[in-house]
C-alpha cells in the first residue's frame, strides 16, 4: 500500500471519530454522566489512538492518549467537566482535525505554526485529567491559615524507567529554566510588565504539566506555587520586590538542577534535597501573603539568613554567587548553590556514554535529509553513464574489427572492390563514436557541475549542524551579572549584541569559563561603586557589552565595560614587583605589550583576593583557550572610561586553514592559527652557540630544530641554499622549525584521530587531501614541549651549516693499503663506482708515506703486509696527534675473536673480513664514517 493511501485511510479515520466526539461532547454539557456518549467518546478516542501509532504521529498519539484517560475519569465519576473544559476538548478535536489534513502536505509547518496552541491545548487536558490533585494543591497552597503540607519522600518516577519521558522533561525543564531566569531579571526593573508576568506563568505551568506526567510530585508543588504568584502579580493583588526575586530564583535554580541530572543521579539527589523543595516552596508561598503577613515573612526571612549565614544558601536572598571554577557541589551547601555546574553531568556522561548528544533544529535536519536524497540521486546518474562507455567500447570494437577487414583487403588487393566500402564504413563509425563521446563528455561536465555544488552544499549545511546560536551559550550570564551586583552593592547592566551569531558548539563550550572570568573581574574590579560613579560623572548604573560578530573570516567576540579602566604605571609597577620585568624594559614597552602581562599565570591586578576574583587565573584561562583552538586575545584599557577585551577565533573547528609542509618525504599539515612567521633563512645566517643552532629574526635569537627530529623521522640529505622554517610558539617560547620543504596552504576538514590510539604525541587529528590520501595535523603546542624536552636533554641534531654542507658535496678521498693488486683493485673500483676518490699503497710504509703527505678522509687497511703490517699502520695513524682523527677500517682474511679484539685495540674503527665485498657490508661502513 502506498504512502498516500495510508495518510487517506488516516484522514477518514480521524474525520469519523472526531464527528462523533463532536456529536458526544455538547450532550454532556446538559448529561454530565451520559453513559451512553462517555463510551462513545471512549471509543472514538481509542481508535484515534490506533491509527496515530500505525502512522507514527507521536504528538497525535499523545494527545488522544490524554483525552481518553479523562474520558474514563468521566465514566468513573472521579471528575465533571464544566462549560469550558468541554470547549476545551472540542478545540482539541478541530486540532487533530486540521492536523490530519496538513499531514498529506507539509506536516513539519503545521506543526510548527501551531506549536503554542497545540502545547497549551495539551497541558490543559493533562490538568484536566487530574483535576482532583490539582484542586486539592491549590486549596493547599492558597489556604494561608492552615500550615503547608508535608510533601512525601521524593522518589524517581515509576514511570522514569522510560528514559525517553524523562529526556523529554529535561528538555522542557531546560527550556522554560531560561525563560524564567530572563524574565525574573527583566520584572525586577519593571515589576509591572503584563509581558513577561505572562511568559513567567506560562513557563511555570509548563513545567508543571512536564513534572506531573513524569510524577515528579514535588517539582508539581514548587512550579504550581510559582505559578499562582506570577498570576496574583498579573491580576495586581501582588508587586514582586527584588527580594522576592531572590526567592524565585532559588526556585528556579533548584529546577534548573533537576534538568541537569540523569536518571542514575537523580534518586540520590532527590532525596538529599527534599527539604529545600518544601522550604522554598513555603517561601514561594509567603509571597501571597497579604500585607502584614507578607511583610513579617520577609522579615523572618532575612533575620534566618543573618544566623545561617552562608551555611543555609537556601534561605539566603543574597545567597552565594555560583563558583564557576568548582566541579563538586560544596558538601556545606545543601543545594551547593542552586546550580551545579554544566561541565560536571557532561564529564560524566560522557564518561559513561561515548555518543554525544546535541540539538539540530528540524529545519538544519530537513535540509541535510534533502541534500543526502539529492547526493543519492545524483550517485544513481553514474550507472547509466557506465553503461553508455559500455556501449562506446563496443562502437570502438566495430571500428577495429572494419579495419582489421579493411586491412585484409589491402592484403589480397582487393582494395578496389571492398576495401573503399571498409574504409567508408571505417570513417562513419569513427565520427559517430566522436559525436557519442562528445555528448557523454558534455553530460559528464555537467554531472561534475552538478555534484561539486551539492557537495558543498551538503558540506555546509553539516558544518551549521555543528553551529549554535551564541546566546546558547550565555544562558546563565545575566543571571551571574545580576546577583553579583546585588552581593557588591553596585549596578550593574548586560548588554549582549549579536546573540543570533552562529558559534561552532565546542568553542562556544569552551568560551564558558574564560567569559565567565572575566565578566566576574568586570563586576567586581572593573566597575564602580554607584557613588564613585556619580562622583566622576558617571551614570551610577555601569554597564558590560558583551559583543559577538563575524569579521574576516574568523570569530570576534569582545567583553568592555565603562569602568573605570587600567592604570598603566601600577600594572608597571606590579610587573617590576613581581620581578617579571626590569624597570629599564618596562619603559620600552608598548602599551599593547604591557597588556601581555594580564594573561600571565597567576598575575592580577586587583589589591585584594575575594570569593569572586582577584587569584590571577581567569585571563590565563582566557589566553589558554584562545591559543588552544588557533585564536588570539588581548586587553585594551583606558584609564576612567574602561576595559576592554577581544577575542579572535576560527569559525568552526571542523575546518581548519593549514600550511602544508614536507617533511622526510611525507605531507605534514601546519594550523595556520598557530604559526607565527613563515621564512626563508640561508645557511650563512645561521650561528652555532653552545651546541644550539639560532638565527635572528625581527632583532630576536629564535631556537632551531629540524622537524624530522621532532618527530622521530629519518633525516634526508641536506641540500645547498636557504633552509624552510616555520615560526611557532607558546606563551614563553618561539622556536624556528626546519622542514624540507613548503608545499602550500590547503583548508582541511578535521577528522579526529582514532581514540584507541590515545594521546599521539605531536599530531592532533588527521584529514584527507583533494586526491584521498590521508594528511596528519600537527599539535603545534605539544610540538613546543617536544622541543623543550630535546634542547634539555643535550640530544639536538643541529642543520649543517654552510661550510659544512660544502665540504660534503667535495668528493671524498681514501686511502687503500694492501699487498694484493687483486684485492687493491676490487676495493679501488668497488669505492670509485660510488663516487669515491681513492688512492692506493702496496705496503703499509708506503702507506703511512702517503697519509703524512696527503690528506684522506678514511684508510682502509689489510693486516699481513711486508715492512709493516696493518696493526701497525693504525698505530702509527692513531699515535700521531695531527691524523688520529682521521677513521681507519681493517679489511683481513682473519676472522678470529682475537684478531678482531687486537685490530680495534689498535684503533681501528671497523674490523671487516673480506667476504665483505660480496655485500654492503664495506659500503655501509664507509657511509657510516664519510657519509655518501
Known amino acids: 500500500m502506498s504512502n498516500y493511501t495510508i495518510l487517506e485511510l488516516f484522514r477518514q479515520e480521524v474525520e469519523t471519530n472526531v464527528a462523533t466526539l463532536k456529536q458526544c461532547l455538547p450532550i454532556l454539557k446538559t448529561q454530565p454522566f ?557 602599551d599593547a605589550e604591557l597588556m601581555e602581562f594580564l594573561f600571565l599565570p597567576g598575575f592580577s591586578t586587583a589589591k585584594q583576593v575575594t570569593e569572586i576574583s582577584g587569584r590571577g587565573v581567569g585571563l590565563d584561562i582566557a589566553k589558554s583557550m584562545a591559543q588552544e583552538v588557533g585564536g588570539t586575545v588581548r586587553a585594551n584599557s583606558q584609564l576612567g572610561k574602561g576595559t576592554s577585551f577581544h577575542f579572535q577565533l576560527p569559525l568552526t573547528l571542523s575546518v581548519v586553514r593549514t600550511l602544508l609542509v614536507e617533511i622526510s618525504d611525507k605531507p605534514y599539515a601546519i594550523p595556520l592559527a598557530r604559526i607565527d612567521q613563515i621564512v626563508t633563512v640561508d645557511r650563512s645566517e645561521i650561528t652555532d652557540v653552545e651546541n644550539r643552532q639560532y638565527f635572528t629574526m625581527n632583532n630576536q635569537n629564535i631556537g632551531l630544530i629540524s622537524a624530522h627530529q621532532v618527530l622521530e623521522l629519518p633525516a634526508l640529505k641536506q641540500q645547498k641554499g636557504v633552509v624552510s622554517i616555520v615560526v611557532i610558539s607558546d606563551q614563553n617560547t618561539t622556536y624556528g622549525l626546519v622542514i624540507d620543504k613548503f608545499l602550500g596552504e590547503r583548508d582541511l576538514v578535521v577528522r579526529p584521530l582514532d581514540p584507541r590510539l590515545g594521546k599521539v604525541p605531536d599530531i592532533s587529528a588527521t584529514a584527507l587531501l583533494g586526491d584521498g590520501s590521508p594528511i596528519l595535523i600537527v599539535d603545534v603546542s605539544d610540538m613546543v614541549a617536544s622541543m623543550d624536552a630535546i634542547l634539555k636533554g643535550g640530544k639536538l641534531s643541529k642543520v649543517m651549516m654552510q661550510a659544512e654542507l660544502e665540504s660534503l658535496t667535495q668528493r671524498r678521498k681514501i686511502l687503500v693499503v694492501d699487498d694484493s693488486i687483486t684485492v687493491r683493485e676490487m676495493e679501488r673500483k668497488l669505492l670509485e663506482n660510488r663516487g669515491y676518490q681513492v688512492d692506493t699503497a702496496v705496503n703499509g710504509v708506503e702507506g703511512w708515506s702517503a697519509i703524512r703527505t696527503n690528506e684522506y678522509d678514511l684508510v682502509i687497511s689489510d693486516i699481513d703486509m711486508p715492512r709493516m703490517n696493518g696493526i701497525e699502520l693504525v698505530k702509527q695513524i692513531k699515535g700521531n696527534p695531527r691524523l688520529n682523527s682521521v677513521p681507519v677500517i681493517i679489511i683481513s682474511y682473519r676472522d678470529r675473536e682475537e684478531d678482531r679484539i687486537q685490530g680495534l685495540e689498535a684503533g681501528a674503527d671497523y674490523y671487516l673480513t673480506k667476504s665483505s665485498f660480496h655485500d654492503d657490508t664495506l659500503i655501509n661502513a664507509v657511509i657510516d664514517l664519510i657519509g655518501q
Open 34 to 590: 451520559s453513559m451512553n456518549e462517555i463510551e462513545q467518546l471512549i471509543q472514538a478516542a481509542h481508535s484515534l489512538w490506533g491509527i496515530t501509532s500505525i502512522v507514527e504521529m507521536e504528538a497525535a498519539s499523545n494527545l488522544v492518549q490524554l483525552m481518553k484517560d479523562c474520558f474514563i475519569a468521566i465514566q468513573k465519576q472521579s471528575i465533571t467537566l464544566g462549560k469550558e473544559e468541554i470547549d476545551t476538548l472540542l478545540h482539541a478535536s478541530d486540532l487533530l482535525l486540521s492536523m490530519s489534513k496538513a499531514a498529506e502536505d507539509n506536516l513539519d509547518v503545521w506543526m510548527t505554526d501551531h506549536a503554542w496552541d497545540w502545547n497549551t491545548t495539551q497541558k490543559t487536558i493533562t490538568n484536566l485529567a487530574n483535576r482532583e490533585q490539582v484542586i486539592g494543591d491549590r486549596e493547599q497552597v492558597i489556604d494561608n491559615s492552615s500550615p503547608a503540607p508535608s510533601t512525601p519522600p521524593i522518589e524517581l518516577p515509576a514511570m522514569s524507567g522510560d528514559s525517553s519521558m524523562m529526556d523529554l522533561f529535561r528538555l522542557e525543564s531546560e527550556a522554560q529554566v531560561s525563560i524564567l531566569n530572563n524574565g525574573l531579571l527583566a520584572i525586577e526593573n519593571n515589576p509591572q510588565s503584563s509581558q513577561e508576568l505572562e511568559a513567567l506563568m506560562r513557563a511555570a505551568h509548563s513545567i508543571k504539566g512536564a513534572a506531573r506526567i513524569v510524577s515528579l510530585d514535588g517539582v508539581v508543588e514548587l512550579a504550581h506555587v510559582m505559578e499562582d504568584c506570577f498570576v496574583a502579580a498579573q491580576a495586581k493583588t501582588i508587586i514582586l520586590i527584588a527580594d522576592d526575586v531572590d526567592v524565585l530564583l532559588q526556585g528556579v535554580d533548584l529546577l534548573q538542577s533537576i534538568s541537569q541530572l540523569n536518571d542514575a543521579e537523580l534518586p540520590d539527589w532527590l532525596g538529599k534535597h527534599q527539604a529545600d523543595f518544601i522550604n522554598i516552596r513555603d517561601d514561594v508561598a509567603a509571597i501571597l501573603q497579604p500585607g502584614d503577613k507578607r511583610q513579617k515573612a520577609h522579615i523572618d526571612f532575612k533575620t534566618d539568613a543573618r544566623i545561617v549565614d552562608d551555611q543555609s544558601p537556601i534561605t539566603n536572598p543574597q545567597f552565594p554567587i555560583p563558583n564557576h571554577q568548582s566541579l563538586v557541589p560544596s558538601p556545606q551547601s545543601p543545594i551547593s548553590n542552586l546550580q551545579p555546574p554544566v561541565a560536571t553531568f557532561e564529564v560524566e556522561n560522557t564518561a559513561k556514554n561515548q555518543d554525544r548528544v546535541v540539538r539540530v533544529s528540524a529545519d538544519n535536519l530537513n535540509r541535510i535529509m534533502g541534500l543526502a536524497g539529492e547526493s543519492l540521486i545524483e550517485a544513481n546518474w553514474l550507472q547509466p553513464f557506465a553503461d553508455s562507455m559500455m556501449s562506446l567500447k563496443s562502437r570502438m570494437l566495430d571500428i577495429s574489427l572494419s579495419l582489421e577487414q579493411l586491412e585484409e583487403s589491402l592484403d589480397q588487393n582487393l582494395y578496389e572492390q571492398e576495401g573503399r566500402e571498409y574504409l567508408v564504413q571505417a570513417r562513419q563509425q569513427k565520427h559517430e563514436c566522436l559525436d557519442y563521446i562528445s555528448d557523454r563528455l558534455n553530460e559528464l561536465e555537467l554531472y561534475v557541475r552538478r555534484t561539486a555544488s551539492l557537495s558543498d552544499r551538503l558540506y555546509r549545511e553539516v558544518i551549521n549542524s555543528h553551529m549554535r546560536p551564541f546566546e546558547d551559550g550565555l544562558q546563565s550570564f545575566p543571571r551571574m551579572i545580576r546577583d553579583l551586583g546585588r552581593k557588591l552593592n553596585k549596578q550593574v547592566k548586560l548588554e549582549i549584541v549579536g546573540k543570533s551569531t552562529p558559534v561552532d558548539r565546542d568553542i562556544l563550550k569552551k568560551l564558558e569559563a574564560p567569559l565567565t572570568h572575566i565578566l566576574r573581574n568586570a563586576v567586581d574590579h572593573g566597575l564602580e561603586l554607584p557613588q564613585e560613579r556619580i562622583a566622576s560623572g558617571k551614570s551610577p548604573e555601569g554597564t558590560i557589552r558583551l559583543e559577538a560578530f563575524h569579521r574576516g573570516g574568523m570569530l570576534a567576540i569582545t567583553i568592555s565595560d565603562d569602568g573605570k579602566g587600567i592604570n598603566r604605571e601600577q600594572l608597571r609597577q606590579k610587573v617590576i614587583n613581581k620581578n617579571l620585568a626590569t624597570a629599564d624594559m618596562m619603559t620600552q614597552l608598548s
